[in-house]
């Protein structure tokens, strides 16, 4: 099979635990895309919080390159950040969500809408985390969403806690509140519980943009470590866990490298599956 597209997640799977990315990561994927190859960064954040990784990817500002963000809420074409496709959230899902996972004093919120990051009770682990990884986000000074009335639409909303009791917790009242049909929910980088609209997941977002580009399925590689990895790793072509993926995830994957994302595991991949020699 000739793969033509990687779809990666960044936390925990492209970039090491301290979000440096490794030098062979960097190599081989200026190789491949040199080649005419497609690196698709795939990632729950704000493609607005990527582009210096993607200048040390050669990939900034370029047309015909793309980032999928929010968890598959947003296709972006890198040359001037245009925003292709969003599948937001409205309003009123987006503060019942909000409501039903505070569920302590301890909670942390970020609220996602297409060009900003709001976050609410930020936790200092939660803020020094943002500041190693770059991601720019504005604090909100209540517990109000008042302010989306000019901010829609809002493409995810989820919660920070360092316990999984805690966010286990969080998606059972959410999940409660507005009911499993409506939302999406996912864990991610073992602090997070995230929630997107119903239908809206990693997975969806590359067939959509394979689609776009004429990429079948079957070209596609897809590479994570996390819960909300899992629909990514099954929609495409060729699933792959890096070696510290959790245990769901390296169950879902076709393929385990022997890397851990501190050691190049995406180098790996593009050597093994996409490189020419």
């Known amino acids: 099979m ?3 597209m990687l779809v ?3 936390d925990e799977t492209l970039l090491n635990d301290d979000g440096t990315i490794h030098e062979n990561n960097v190599a081989a994927i200026r190789a491949a895309v040199a080649q005419g ?5 795939n990632t ?3 493609f607005k919080s990527v582009q210096e990784l993607l200048q040390t990817l050669g990939l900034y500002n370029q047309a015909g390159q793309y ?4 968890n598959g809420a947003a296709i972006v074409e890198n040359k001037d950040n245009q925003v292709l496709m969003t599948r937001g959230m409205d309003r009123q899902l987006a503060e019942a969500i909000f409501s039903a996972g505070l569920v302590n004093d301890a909670v942390d919120v970020h609220v996602y809408t297409v060009d900003t990051l709001f976050i609410y009770n930020i936790s200092p682990t939660d803020a020094q985390y943002m500041a190693d990884r770059h991601v ?3 604090l909100m000074s209540d517990a109000s969403l008042a302010y989306l009335e000019h901010e829609q639409p809002v493409m995810k909303v989820i919660f920070e806690h360092p316990d999984q009791a805690v966010r286990d917790q969080i998606r059972s009242a959410v999940l409660a509140a507005v009911g499993e049909e409506a939302v999406e ?3 991610s980088s073992n602090r997070y519980v995230e929630f997107n609209k119903k239908g809206v997941d990693k997975g969806t977002a590359s067939l959509l943009l394979g689609e776009k580009l004429g990429i079948k399925r079957e070209e596609i590689i897809a590479a994570g470590d996390n819960n909300n990895d899992l629909k990514m790793l099954k929609a495409v072509g060729l699933g ?5 993926g959790i245990p769901a995830v390296q169950a879902a994957a076709d393929v385990i490298t022997q890397r851990t994302n501190n050691e190049g595991a995406i180098a790996e991949i593009l050597a093994t599956y996409v490189l020419k020699d």
């Open 2 to 4: 000739t793969y033509k």
């Open 8 to 10: 990666s997640d960044l």
């Open 37 to 41: 190859f497609k690196f698709v960064p």
């Open 44 to 46: 729950g954040r704000s």
């Open 67 to 70: 980032v999928i963000s929010y």
């Open 136 to 138: 720019p986000y504005q």
């Open 185 to 187: 929910a996912t864990f």
């Open 240 to 244: 792959v866990s890096v070696a510290n």
